[in-house]
């Protein structure tokens, strides 16, 4: 009988995301369990045999060792084609397989190293090497979400200049048969934005900082003023920023005090005011 560690129907959209990276020391016990346990509502993997393999492995470690509580927790993972895998991981999959026997073989292998029926969320870093392929995929991940073994399923660009945002998630709605319901996004511009919000589309923005901000430039100096006057951490406010303009923050560090500092911005209740001023701060000179 598995055993279910995370209710996939729970959260549907969070508001903090930790991206467990493939160095060790970004997916050990101790980074995990101040990530769960600071404010973070789930993690955001890759199909690495030795990078979600040691991220299940740390959060079963929590459970014995240190009386975690499953509760609500958002797993999320991505398929990442073999052009674009880092070495020295070995791939979960043979990567002269077809891509549709390379995606099912690396999901079968994220439910088993977590334990899990399903997951919340399933997404294929992009670019592939054709558009036909990158439909064949997404098919494929249609499949497994009629199959009931994924949430929601999307897409995730970290090279945006190869990948034009927009486009991809017309063509996958078009000549994939279904749209997306996740954007991983490195810099969206507005526009992309905008595309998300207006298509229901869950905009997830990778990267600490969320939105880059130029230091002396107006939008750096409001939020920085904002964030003294609300008693808020730098870092608190631009995590603040990207979930007032409705979107994930995806944080990726190491440092422990960092990683609960950023886990509390959630915890910290904006009012109407707070919103409003955050949102005109992202309409300032100064972000990317």
Not at 33 to 59: H, M, N, P, Y
Not at 140 to 169: F, H, M, N, S
Not at 227 to 248: E, H, M, P, V, Y
């Amino acid at each position: 009988m598995t055993v279910k560690l995370f209710n996939p129907s729970t959260i549907q959209r969070p508001k903090l995301l930790f991206k467990a990276m493939s160095k060790a020391r970004h997916a050990n016990t101790e980074v995990i369990r101040a990530a769960l346990t600071s404010g973070f509502q789930g993690v955001d993997i890759s199909c690495f045999s030795l990078w979600e393999k040691r991220v299940a492995e740390s959060i079963r470690m929590l459970e014995r060792r240190h009386g975690y509580s499953k509760g609500e927790f958002y797993l999320q993972s991505k398929f990442v084609p073999s052009i674009h895998q880092p070495s020295p991981f070995p791939f979960t999959y043979d990567p002269m397989a077809s891509i549709d026997a390379q995606i099912r073989d690396a999901f079968s292998h994220t439910l088993k190293f977590f334990r899990v029926d399903s997951i919340d969320s399933y997404l294929l870093y992009l670019p592939l090497e054709r558009n036909s392929r990158t439909i064949s995929a997404w098919k494929t991940l249609a499949e497994l979400q009629d199959e009931g073994k994924i949430g929601r399923i999307g897409v995730c660009i970290e090279r945006p200049k190869e990948v034009d945002a927009q486009v991809i998630l017309d063509m996958l709605e078009q000549e994939g048969g279904r749209k997306a319901q996740v954007l991983q996004h490195l810099w969206p511009s507005s526009k992309v934005v905008k595309y998300c919000h207006d298509n229901n589309i869950s905009l997830q923005r990778l990267h600490e900082s969320q939105f880059i901000i130029v230091p002396g430039r107006p939008a750096h100096h409001a939020l920085r003023i904002l964030a003294k006057r609300k008693d808020w951490t730098f870092l608190q406010a631009r995590l603040l920023l990207s979930i007032a303009n409705g979107s994930t923050p995806v944080v990726a560090m190491q440092e422990l005090d960092r990683i609960k500092e950023a886990g509390q911005a959630i915890s910290i209740n904006l009012d109407g005011e707070d919103e409003k001023e955050l949102r005109r701060i992202s309409t300032l000179p100064g972000l990317v």
